[in-house]
């Protein structure tokens, strides 16, 4: 194909030119993208999400001591070098099974609304950046008790992550 | 504890507190409350009602064992009675800054409200009980 009016530009300039600005386009869109942190954890084969902002330490598992008269998921106190944290079985909590194999968890010191804990969970699987877009409403298929306590699900690797609501875990029990 | 300064709205800097077990639990009572530490056949022969912490604080599904039994006595007001615990074995002066309130979401549990705080002693931890708050008396 030949060029039109002299000066004109040609074809392929014109495409690349299109290529370029779209690309620069793209690549404002993906910078103005906004992030967000979670931690991404899993309870009985399933994965799970703390927003990272309200994660202070991920410890191993320790010692926990019993306090009686506690609720049943709550197990009990941690020392947290000389720090006394409560620590809160998620399974429990949440009405999920819990994990057969002992001594294998982790716990997630959390920290929001003045209120903080620690956080038994399986095992800690990722710590990353997600878009916000990312985030979409948590299907209503998932039981009562827990949707209760979900701020949102995405998809990571091809598999659901579901986030959950420090805040609304901790004002219920703090009622 | 330093009586007169509690008894006069100040706040002592140490008190003094009787460790002791409940069912595997590491307690501390302050030693104010106590009158007596007694054996058990001793508190039977003066006819004693002797109380158990388990009887009005849940321990879930955890054996009623007790390995060296003794029984307090409390001075709760103008009553007394006993409580019973396990290997009462040491007496341990606590300067109150090393006195922790009860975690926020332990503190709003109902059922440990007899626990005012928590100490970590030794690599473990002592839970501070008032037996006044117990509901016995």
Known sequence: MENGAAGEKNKSDLIIEEIMRRKENGSIVDVEEKKVKVVIFSLCDDSYAFYGEYIKEILPLMTIYYVPGAAEFIPGVINVRGEIESVININRFLGIQETVEAGSGRIALAVTNGLRSGILVDSIEEVLDIPVGSIKPPIDTLSKSVREFVAGEFIHQDKLVTILDIGKIFGKIAL | ?137
């Open chain 2, 1 to 137: 504890m330093n009586s007169q300064a509690a008894h006069h709205g100040r706040c002592p800097e140490v008190i003094q507190v009787l460790t002791f077990d409940v069912m595997g639990v590491k307690m501390g009572v302050d030693t104010e409350q106590i009158a007596a530490v007694m054996d058990l056949d001793d508190t039977k022969k003066q006819g004693q009602a002797m109380h158990h912490v388990y009887e009005k604080i849940s321990f879930g599904p955890r054996k009623v064992d007790y390995g060296a039994p003794k029984a307090l006595l409390i001075r709760d007001g103008g009553t007394s009675y006993t409580v019973v615990v396990d290997h009462p074995d040491d007496i341990t002066v606590l300067p109150i800054q090393s006195i922790q309130p009860l975690p926020p979401l332990l503190a709003s549990q109902r059922g440990s409200c007899a626990f005012w705080g928590a100490v970590a002693h030794k690599n473990g931890i002592i839970l501070l009980i008032d037996f006044t708050k117990m509901g016995i008396g």
